[in-house]
């Protein structure tokens, strides 16, 4: 590893300047913090309605918490781990809220980070590409929902369980009745797995359509913004409220006021202040209103940072933090409404309380730990783990093509993931860049003995035989589906499966049909999905189903430096040929400069390189070398011009975010009427005016979770000073891996980058994924 002080061909990865709230000592302990940042493609992360800051919102007109309120808002910490609230920091840094690449979760947040109120939404007659995914996914879960419930017989409530999706709507069902909460909200043990038969060949039919968004009416606009102004709340906030809350949106935030905490801008201590413009003297902090809400509103948020549940302490801490007074009975409540669902985990083998008991089975009793989540995370996790055992019981018999296939395969871990698939329906496969190769030749194998293949990855590219998985599950590429509405085809390899969260994977797993196989391959030390779940993860911790892990290195010191940091060691390498170079810069200004000196000059010079093919990464949207400031200045540099067309000019580099987590390249081409222009890999495609600002954003530097899936020839990752606290292990691993020939580090943090590595690990998420597959497995194992 060299380093060039001229900066002829260095890269260094710039963080933009944490704007977290500061820490409160009760959350740091553990935040359920995902380790992804869920910004838009602006950067802007959850954010107050606007005029919070200047006195327009609830909480501003009616103060943040007068004495015996409910108290402030916690402020929350910027690291995650267990115990800590799931209220997590408010920040521009990838580390801090989430996936970067997902869609801004604020109704009108502009580019720059500042969420204005969300007018009421217009009647548009033609769907975005986003609008339209969703859609289709909507219909193709409804119709595996009613598809599983034609296959498994009716459960009652109380009942033991079967159908995992049925059960929990029994336990709704029971709740919502006025039932006792009873032990049919708890895991039971999964039936045994189905033998998946052989699905014979099927027509391929045209993807479901896609129907319109409903638009909530003007009188029930009218009735909100009446409540709204009441309350002192900005009236701008009733088109999102009426969308979110249905036709009674008035009558429910009459009746709740918390209820407006639906929107995704409102934080709680804007809502307290709403409730108590409202209803006075009766709002006080344990209202069970206000408790249920906001038990929901936490588990919201947690799924938000990638989390599918939360430990029953780490909530009740939460709702303390919060000032509710018994927070155990605000649980309590809100499990008994139906508006929340707990399970109890086992933890290990039952244990005895004493020697005498040791011998006695029926006295141990079994430790677990309680998990509390929403209903459809659950169903979703559900759902997928029984999917995923479905697949995993196939049964196939290795022919002699097969092991022929597995001879001619171009390397030894690829003839071993050949012979592997050849007997199994479900495979996990790891491995780094190289091992990409693997899959691949499993799916030319596959196709010339005949079967059905389908290859999808995260991000576009890559060849002409690949799809991505957004666009396989929206039926706008692929095989398309047979007369069930599953994939017509015989193996799904997916690519990338560390970017699968529980929603998508659900669907995929639902629709890959009996007697297919699934190969789930990647590399388990990237940064982690956008949405909640950490399925590969979770898979993988199972070990439910053979794992084949690729013994194919990267090459050269590219490979050995990104190798080394996933083991958590920061290697000095050999790069002779200037493969990597470290650019030491003393603020964040001079990483600027650099950066731009690296991407216009110093790498086209020095290998070839055009400006077009070299990406900067950078940990955060925001602060002095953020990606909106590096793409201003490169920009300038690039492509000059007075942004004519919002912000934009024909030439420019974007990143265009059609839905959450997704963020795919792009360049501007013009912009009329109709909205923006853009080209995307030799594609042309119109981003509709409207959402212009929220899903267009320069493209010349992006945050590593943007850059997930995808590598360029050269990468120039920024690392300023400020950037030490949003560093971690698979966020370096991540960005270093980016790059195919060449990797610049402007370099600024001192010590924080090899302690980053070598002592900073991926945030952990709370799952339910590996214990139900556990259990699932155990089940089908046992005799009858």
Not at 130 to 156: G, H, N, T
Not at 518 to 527: F, I, R, Y
Not at 768 to 774: A, H, S
């Amino acid at each position: 590893m060299s380093t060039d002080p001229q900066a002829d061909t260095a890269a260094a990865e710039n963080p933009a300047t944490p704007e977290a709230e500061p820490s409160a000592a009760a959350e740091a302990e553990a935040d359920p913090a995902a380790d992804t940042d869920r910004t838009g493609p602006d950067g802007s992360g959850t954010a107050e309605p606007a005029g919070a800051e200047d006195g327009a919102g609830p909480a501003a007109v009616h103060g943040e918490a007068g004495e015996g309120g409910p108290g402030a808002e916690p402020p929350v910490s910027g690291r995650g781990g267990e115990g800590e609230s799931p209220a997590g920091p408010e920040t521009e840094t990838e580390t801090g809220s989430g996936a970067d690449g997902g869609a801004d979760a604020d109704a009108g947040a502009g580019p720059e980070g500042t969420a204005e109120p969300a007018a009421e939404a217009p009647a548009t007659p033609a769907l975005s590409e986003a609008q339209a995914e969703l859609a289709a996914q909507r219909i193709e879960r409804e119709r595996i929902a009613r598809r599983k419930a034609e296959r498994e017989a009716p459960v009652a409530a109380g009942a033991k369980l079967s159908g995992k999706a049925a059960d929990l709507l029994a336990a709704v069902r029971a709740v919502e009745g006025g039932a006792k909460p009873s032990s049919v909200y708890f895991d039971d043990a999964p039936a045994a797995p189905r033998k998946a038969p052989v699905a014979p060949p099927a027509p391929r039919p045209a993807a479901p359509a896609a129907v319109a968004a409903s638009v909530p009416s003007a009188d029930t606009v009218e009735g909100v913004r009446a409540v709204l102004a009441r309350g002192g709340a900005p009236e701008a906030l009733a088109g999102p409220a009426a969308a979110a809350l249905g036709e009674d949106a008035a009558g429910q935030l009459t009746e709740n006021p918390w209820r407006l905490l639906s929107l995704p801008a409102v934080r709680p201590t804007q809502a307290d202040g709403f409730a108590r413009a409202l209803l006075g003297a009766e709002a006080g902090p344990g209202d069970e209103r206000r408790t249920t809400v906001l038990v929901g509103w936490l588990l919201a948020q947690a799924g938000l940072k990638g989390h599918t549940a939360l430990e029953a302490p780490v909530l009740e801490k939460a709702l303390a933090q919060y000032g509710v007074p018994d927070p155990a009975e605000a649980l309590e409540l809100a499990i008994a409404e139906g508006s929340v669902l707990v399970f109890h985990e086992p933890l290990g083998p039952p244990v005895a309380e004493n020697a005498a008991d040791a011998e006695d089975a029926e006295d141990a009793e079994q430790p677990v730990r309680v998990l509390v989540g929403l209903e459809g995370a659950a169903m979703a996790e559900e759902s997928l783990a029984d999917g995923l055992a479905r697949l995993a019981a196939g049964t196939f018999d290795a022919s002699e093509d097969w092991e022929r296939a597995a001879g001619s395969a171009p390397s030894p871990s690829a003839s071993e993931l050949i012979r592997a698939v050849a007997g199994h329906g479900l495979i996990t496969h790891t491995g780094g860049e190289a091992a990409r190769a693997e899959p691949v030749a499993l799916a030319a194998a596959a196709r010339e003995l005949g079967l059905r293949v389908c290859l999808a990855a995260h991000a576009p590219g890559g060849g002409p035989d690949r799809v991505t998985v957004a666009g396989l599950l929206s039926g706008a590429e692929g095989p398309g589906r047979d007369t069930d509405g599953q994939f017509a085809l015989d193996l799904l390899v997916v690519l990338d499966a560390p970017q699968l969260d529980v929603e998508t994977a659900a669907a995929l797993v639902e629709s890959v049909p009996d007697g297919a196989r699934l190969v789930l391959s990647g590399d388990p030390g990237v940064l982690g999905s956008a949405g909640a779940g950490r399925v590969f993860a979770d898979v993988l911790a199972a070990r439910t189903c053979p794992q084949l892990v690729s013994r194919t290195p990267d090459p050269g010191p590219l490979g050995e430096l990104v190798s080394g940091v996933g083991i958590g060691e920061l290697n000095q390498v050999d790069a002779p040929g200037k493969e990597v170079v470290i650019v030491p810069v003393k603020d964040a200004g001079e990483a600027v400069h650099r950066a731009v000196q690296l991407v216009a000059e110093s790498v086209p010079r020095a290998f070839g390189i055009p400006a077009d093919s070299v990406q900067v990464i950078t940990p955060g949207h925001g602060g002095s070398a953020g990606t909106r400031a590096l793409n201003a200045a490169l920009k300038e540099r690039l492509n000059p011009g007075p942004g004519r067309f919002g912000g934009f000019d024909p030439g420019d580099r974007v990143v265009h975010v059609p839905s959450a987590g997704r963020a795919l390249p792009a360049r501007v081409v013009s912009a009329d009427a109709e909205g923006l222009h853009l080209e995307r890999a030799g594609a042309r495609i119109v981003v509709a005016k409207e959402l212009v600002e929220s899903q267009v954003r320069h493209g010349w530097a992006v945050t590593a979770h943007q850059a997930v899936g995808t590598r360029w020839p050269a990468v120039v990752v920024v690392l300023p000073g400020d950037a030490a606290q949003a560093l971690s292990r698979d966020w370096v691993y991540t960005a270093f891996g980016r790059g195919e020939r060449h990797l610049s580090v402007v370099h600024g943090v001192d010590q924080a980058l090899p302690h980053a590595v070598a002592e900073v690990p991926a945030k952990p998420r709370t799952t339910r994924l590996t214990g139900l597959l556990t259990a699932l497995a155990t089940a089908g194992a046992q005799p009858g």
